[in-house]
């Protein structure tokens, strides 16, 4: 009998030892060179002519953006490549925080910026640097601002956003300096508008100049009805921001208050609005200028930009 706790005990130790060699092996190959962290920053901005965009920078890890990392810009400016081609970013998401900068640069021809896996604006800016007129940035793939916000800053060009948007704070444009010009971006996405997202279309240092703002045809707004920030889309002044609306708007009703009467989607007194002939409703039928959905129940007036139950 004791022969045999003792074998039992001897097995035990042999599997300890085993499991422990088997962390140790873990721990070694998460230590190795050539190894993606979980999480890495930006240790410093880059310089003019530089860019960690697709090279090993100043990542904390010491290597160029590749999958397996969630890469994070806070506070610092991470620069574009300057060669005017499609960009691909590498690593599964790009995070700009508190005040950290995406700054394009594409010298005189656009570029286009992708980011598979989604780039993050929690606090963050893009900023269109190139200095040559008509030449703006395209971002693709994925766009996630959280509540904390995020910024488009168009002082320099247009930046147009090709990809699928999830707002859940709010998205401002800007135009910054006082003799910048008038720009207008093209939104040709599917934004995704819940909880305090908002897109906001801010009065520029000089109003004349205030950044405008165009929905594609192919884009679709969707608006997740409930207790979230409104208006969902809101200008500085009626005089100088525009909205031309040329896509869809869908509203899902299925996280609307029972109470609640109504929503105001669109600010029509601090924004030019204007409905250009592709502009539709989905699953609602036109009336004039409002907007009457199939089953009755709501309408969307135009003049207004407000929703409300019949």
């Not at 410093?44 to 965009?53: E, Y």
């Not at 100043?58 to 574009?80: C, D, F, H, I, T």
């Not at 320099?156 to 207008?184: C, F, H, M, W």
Request: no cysteine.
């Amino acid at each position: 009998m004791k022969q045999g706790i003792l074998s039992k005990q001897g097995w035990k130790q042999g599997w300890r030892r085993r499991l422990a060699g088997v962390a140790m092996a873990a721990l070694g190959v998460l230590a190795m060179p050539g190894t993606v962290q979980a999480q890495v920053e930006l240790r410093m901005s880059d310089a003019g002519g530089t860019s960690a965009f697709a090279e090993r920078g100043a990542w904390s890890n010491g290597e160029a953006p590749r999958r397996g990392g969630q890469y994070v810009v806070s506070g610092r400016v991470l620069r574009s490549p300057t060669e005017p081609r499609e960009w691909s970013f590498a690593g599964d998401t790009l995070t700009l925080r508190d005040g950290g900068v995406f700054l394009t640069k594409s010298n005189s021809e656009p570029s286009r910026f992708t980011f598979p896996g989604g780039l993050v604006l929690d606090g963050g800016v893009v900023r269109n640097g190139n200095n040559a007129p008509s030449v703006p940035t395209t971002l693709a793939g994925l766009l996630r601002v959280t509540p904390a916000g995020g910024q488009i800053n168009i002082t320099n060009e247009a930046v147009d956003i090709a990809a699928a948007i999830d707002l859940e704070g709010p998205l401002s444009y800007v135009n910054l300096e006082r003799y910048a010009q008038k720009r207008t971006s093209l939104l040709s996405g599917a934004v995704r508008f819940r909880g305090e997202g908002r897109l906001i279309i801010a009065q520029g240092v000089r109003p004349a100049h205030s950044p405008n703002v165009e929905q594609d045809r192919a884009s679709v707004f969707t608006f997740v009805l409930g207790a979230g920030a409104e208006p969902r889309i809101a200008g500085g002044t009626k005089e100088h921001n525009e909205l031309n609306l040329g896509g869809s708007f869908v509203f899902d009703r299925s996280q609307a208050p029972a109470g609640a009467r109504s929503w105001k989607i669109v600010d029509a007194q601090t924004l030019t609005v204007r409905h250009l002939s592709t502009f539709t409703v989905r699953d609602f039928s036109k009336r004039g200028s409002l907007w009457v959905s199939n089953d009755g129940a709501f309408e969307y007036d135009t003049t207004t930009g407000v929703l409300s139950r019949r």
